[in-house]
């Protein structure tokens, strides 16, 4: 797996916002068991409280099985979007979702409502697992 990283001016990133992410890219890849796969993740941080506008604070694009561009707004909660936005990659990487976000493991889901897709309940669900496992290992 290989990550990198971009921000708004120029491209040019904080050293500290960068180390922090990749530190906390790796954790999470781990916990995901996506670490060895052998992908590509740009992270894009955008300094914006949302990164379009329907008001997301994080996207994730799978260009395809081993490519993926995150997007993410650094005013609000940067750790946690990235979480659940590392879990989409896992979820396109493994094969459990489809480029078009229609088939979720096998299953067609393109009547199914933005809040009741199985990804993102998944994404939702497990990114509050990975924070809270992420928190707890600063811990002494």
């Not at 750790?79 to 990659?89: G, N």
Request: net charge positive; hydrophobic share 40%; with cysteine.
């Amino acid at each position: 797996m290989k990550v990198f990283f971009s921000g708004p001016r120029d491209g040019q990133l904080d050293t500290y916002l960068q180390a922090s992410a990749l530190m906390f890219v790796k954790f999470i890849s781990k916990e995901l068991n996506i670490n060895r796969l052998r992908t590509n993740i740009h992270v894009k941080f955008h300094h914006k409280l949302f990164v379009d506008n329907s008001h997301s604070e994080g996207l994730c694009e799978s260009v395809d099985s081993r490519n993926f561009i995150i997007d993410v707004a650094l005013y609000g909660n940067w750790m946690s979007t990235l979480a659940h936005e590392l879990v989409h990659v896992k979820q396109f990487a493994r094969g459990e979702l489809t480029e078009n976000l229609q088939y979720w493991k096998g299953k067609d889901h393109s009547e199914t409502k933005y809040w009741d897709q199985p990804w993102e309940k998944e994404a939702r669900r497990l990114q509050v697992q990975l924070m809270t496992k992420y928190m707890k290992s600063f811990e002494v």
